[in-house]
């Protein structure tokens, strides 16, 4: 065999291991898609969306109740971290820049990206449940605050600091003071990538079960006070799933279907914000 | 010591003994510099990479203040009064000494609402007004035509040199009384640079103008005064065609044969 031969062998028992494990990957992905699409469509129904929990057997049994609880804990939980994710993300691209203060919370940050969201759970647990002696969706909003935080943190920083600092120092030059420099200028420059880091935070945040275990817990009926537990898709999914009951088994399927969907389209509309970007 | 021809003529700034030190720095970058600037003229700034003529550009509108721990000293004098002074109020003087910089720096808004954006920026909302002065500003930067049927369109979808005009449009809208050009043809063709430098002659009626520049031809066929420094020192300051033609100084007539830099 020439050494040539020999390349070419190689080269193709490369390509071909490397892209059969790419198949398996993506192969992976389509079979859960799959599984789930046909289990959850076959579950699905009108009663899904207008019927409470109901014990097994019932017939107009539903998710009502997990849907507005999930809406109502994710959409808490949305309305703090957005804003205070962007503030802080703007005080380390604008203000704290390459200070030590900046570098320690940038530092803290990823970490907390990586925490695993049961201790979170824990933690929320220890500071919020037990002192108020009861599971509370406020509880589930907090938890899921402190998990989307350094997300939509990491992204503003990382897109404000892709802003040319020579627009500031243009916008500068014109006599802006800071404030409207960063709310007039680096703002509408960085808007998709921020959008796009809302949008990512948002979905990560919609899938997570561990931390609201602990936190909001669940309830089978509808609940729409705050201040007491309260269902949300992805632990009535938990609950239903593990159940010996096949009727609570397909609600499962369902609420398994209706939150990929809705994890799925917000990281779609991410990944086209950025290449909408990128097309500029 | 540095050979500076006498001006005769109202001076726009004076800089007196002036000397400035990057946070990042042990030494100073422009060490005991003097130089008058000529009211109503183009005045040059050329000398190699590392010499100082940005630092120098960068102190008349004490951009270096966005940037903490720069040290300045000694004084640069806008009508009468001391810039450096940290008492001075950088809105406004950044409003009388406008700056245009190397690569086009379109904002992220409309045509129009770059150019009104300084205007607005000092409290200006009258419509009619607002739009009367942007026309104005973007006639004087030679771009009107180009852009009047697309006032609302997105300032990024304009050509570089097109986006430079714009800037320029957008930086006389404010009715500076100097104007700052940091290298403002680097990025542009030809073509483009050869409309810019037609623009900033045509702009010395309005205002005072200091240009820095890597391309010694562009600074003798537009400017009136021409400053070449070396190491953070103003070697020489004359008349553009006394100093490409007859430099007093030697370091002078090295650099523009091209013995060096």
New interface residues.
């Given amino acids: 065999m020439t050494h040539t031969q020999k390349r070419i062998i190689i080269n193709n028992v490369v390509m071909v291991l490397s892209t059969l494990s790419a198949l398996v990957g993506i192969g992976f992905l389509f079979w859960i898609l799959g599984v789930l699409v046909m289990n959850g469509i076959d579950a699905l129904s009108w009663n899904i969306f207008t019927q409470e929990g109901a014990p097994p057997g019932y017939e107009d049994s539903g998710l009502k109740h997990a849907l507005i609880g999930q809406f109502m804990i994710v959409g808490v939980a949305t309305l703090f971290g957005v804003p205070l994710g962007i503030l802080a993300g703007t005080y380390l691209s604008e203000y704290g820049q390459k200070s030590k203060l900046a570098e320690t919370i940038r530092d803290i940050s990823d970490i907390m990206m990586s925490a695993p969201s049961i201790v979170i759970g824990a933690f929320v647990y220890a500071i919020v449940v037990a002192p108020m002696g009861h599971f509370s969706g406020w509880a589930g909003s907090v938890a899921l605050t402190i998990i989307m935080l350094p997300i939509i943190l990491r992204t503003t920083d990382d897109m404000l600091q892709l802003v040319p600092s020579t627009l500031r120092e243009a916008a500068f030059a014109l006599g802006a003071p800071k404030y409207k420099v960063i709310l007039q200028v680096v703002y509408r420059g960085a808007k998709a990538g921020i959008l796009t880091g809302i949008l990512l935070g948002v979905a990560r945040v919609a899938g997570e079960t561990a931390p609201l275990l602990f936190t909001s817990f669940n309830d089978n009926f509808l609940n729409t006070d705050m201040m007491e537990p309260m269902a949300s898709l992805t632990v009535t999914m938990y609950n239903y799933a593990t159940s010996p009951y096949e009727d609570w088994q397909k609600l499962g399927w369902a609420a398994a279907f209706i939150l990929s969907m809705f994890i799925l389209s917000l990281n779609i509309l991410g990944r086209l914000f950025i290449m909408k970007r990128k097309g500029k | 010591m540095a050979t500076i021809v006498d001006i005769t003529q109202e001076k726009a700034l004076e800089v007196n003994n002036f000397e400035f030190t990057y946070a990042s720095a042990d030494a100073p970058s422009i060490k005991k510099l003097d130089m008058p600037i000529a009211k109503n003229s183009i005045t040059a700034l050329i000398g190699p990479s590392g010499c100082g003529k940005t630092t120098l550009l960068r102190s008349f ?1 004490r ?1 270096h203040d ?1 940037y903490p721990g720069n040290k300045y000293d000694g004084e640069i004098l806008f009508k009468n009064r001391n810039i450096l002074s940290p008492k001075e109020d950088l ?5 009388q000494i ?2 245009i ?3 086009p ?1 379109a ?3 409309s045509i129009f609402d770059n150019v009104a ?2 205007m607005r ?2 409290g200006i909302k009258n419509k009619t007004e607002l739009a009367d002065r942007v026309e104005k500003a973007l006639r004087d930067a030679a771009i009107w035509k180009e852009v009047k049927e697309r006032l609302k369109h997105d300032a ?1 979808g304009l050509s570089g040199g097109q986006q430079q005009r714009l ?1 320029i449009a ?2 006389i809208a ?1 009715e500076p009384e100097v104007l700052l050009f940091d290298e403002p043809t680097s990025a542009l063709d030809p073509i483009s640079t050869a409309g810019i430098e037609e623009l900033v002659v045509a702009l010395k009626e309005q205002v005072s103008i200091i240009i820095v520049t890597h391309n010694m031809q562009q600074a003798a066929r537009v400017s009136d005064y021409t400053g070449f420094m070396y190491l953070g020192e103003l070697i020489e300051l004359g008349h553009t065609e006394e100093l490409f033609v007859t430099p007093k100084e030697k370091l002078t007539e090295e650099y523009i044969t091209g013995k060096f830099g």
Avoid: E, S, W
């Fill in positions: 509108n951009m966005l809105i406004k003087l950044r409003i406008g700056m910089f190397q690569k720096t904002f992220p808004m954006y300084g920026l000092q990024n800037c957008r930086a404010v």
